[in-house]
């Protein structure tokens, strides 16, 4: 399909956003000696580069427990950022974050290419990419992983769709490998296409045996012990200020009590019910496409509001879910939903644009979380009876 203006004008503001990154580091590297800091607004050079170099001389990967920052994620993937790490800071910040943009625009094209959440036009698709660019704007300049993880979770799910168990089965397993929760959403796919679970579980046991490859293995088993000590220890619920991005701090700013048991019931009654949702469309004959783009928006609104560790980056994720609110809502007609994506997005701009708001003011912290949750109360809305047409996933 030709591309309209409106497209081309997207890609370029996607290509330029990528491209201030780019040259933001590369002048890094000449104003080193004019007081400037090469770490600041770069968590790959503080947290990642740092974990790598740490596993390849068998040191400690984690803080003590109850520290607030640092390095949380599997051993493996500090493993993975060796090739990165011995780039040199420049280089290899700038290599991780192209990485990055690279598998989410093909994750991107190919739930496109897999019809998802329909075929779009080429207006609809300037519009999914310009809220991709907006939401990328953190990740993208501090060197979060969030681009690669959605990006392979789009790819797994285009590849459900398509009946590519091996390709979905290796895209979730290198999702879990940078941050171990997307496991989760490989299992809200198996639900979908049984025959994944064998590749996903093949593919755990690979990510956790891995290292023990890699490094010597009692270095490798107390790092499994630090991180559950860690993970386990931490509690930002105490301070607004440090919390994570999610529905707990929403309840919160609103004082509104939500004391850790009910918000564990909370997380396990939306994921149970993401699954008997996407179950029940598949019963009552909706299209592979229906379902598995239910099954995305869902998990990616649950990991953002319920999901274990939701920062401001994380809410790259938020893009695919509004972008497909505000299309179908255009398509339907539907006044009020596009009310609510569009009030969403307003929400999400105001946060990822420097306006130099006080983000210690646990309201305004709260923006992208309550954009999360109009997003979600749109999904709602729009999960009738789904239409009978092609065929359904098998």
């Not at 890609?11 to 201030?20: E, P, S």
């Not at 943009?101 to 609809?124: C, D, H, N, Q, Y």
């Not at 593919?203 to 956790?208: A, H, K, T």
């Amino acid at each position: 399909m030709k591309r309209s203006r409106w497209e081309w004008t997207a890609i370029a503001a996607f290509a330029t956003l990528v491209l201030v990154v780019v040259v933001r580091l590369l002048g890094a590297q000449r104003l080193l000696e004019v007081e400037y800091d090469p770490y600041r607004n770069n968590v790959y050079l503080k947290v990642f580069a740092p974990a790598a170099l740490d596993f390849l001389a068998g040191r400690d990967l984690y803080l003590a427990p109850g520290t607030n920052g640092g390095f949380r994620y599997p051993p493996l993937c500090a493993a993975l950022f060796v090739p990165f790490a011995v780039c040199g800071p420049v280089l290899g910040s700038i290599l991780w974050r192209l990485v990055n943009v690279l598998v989410l625009l093909i994750g991107v094209r190919a739930t496109l290419r897999a019809g998802l959440p329909f075929v779009l036009s080429s207006r609809e698709r300037a519009l999914g990419l310009g809220v991709l660019t907006v939401c990328s704007i953190a990740s993208v300049n501090n060197g979060q992983g969030n681009p690669l993880v959605l990006g392979l979770m789009l790819l797994a799910t285009a590849a459900t769709l398509e009946a590519r168990t091996v390709s979905a089965a290796g895209s979730m397993g290198l999702a879990t490998a940078c941050k171990i929760y997307p496991f989760a959403y490989g299992m809200v796919l198996a639900t979908l296409r049984p025959r994944l679970w064998l590749g996903l579980g093949l593919g755990l046991l690979l990510l956790v045996t891995l290292p023990y490859a890699l490094q010597h293995p009692d270095y490798v088993t107390a790092q499994y012990r630090h991180l559950y000590e860690l993970l386990v220890a931490e509690d930002r619920t105490a301070n607004l200020g440090e919390s994570y991005r999610d529905l707990h701090l929403v309840a919160a700013t609103l004082h509104v009590p939500l004391p850790a048991r009910p918000y564990f019931a909370l997380q396990a009654f939306g994921g149970f019910a993401i699954v008997w949702v996407a179950w029940w469309r598949r019963r009552c004959g909706a299209t592979a496409t229906d379902v598995s783009t239910f099954a995305a928006a869902a998990t990616l609104l649950w990991f953002l509001l319920l999901g274990p560790a939701t920062e401001k980056a994380t809410y790259l994720w938020i893009a695919p879910p509004l972008s497909w609110a505000l299309i179908t809502a255009a398509r339907d007609g539907s006044g009020l939903r596009l009310c609510l994506a569009g009030s969403a997005l307003l929400l999400v701009v105001v946060d990822n644009l420097p306006l130099g708001l006080p983000r210690e003011v646990p309201l305004l912290r709260c923006l992208q979380p309550f954009a999360a949750c109009l997003v979600s109360l749109d999904l709602v809305l729009r999960t009738g009876t789904p239409r009978k047409e092609a065929l359904v996933l098998g």
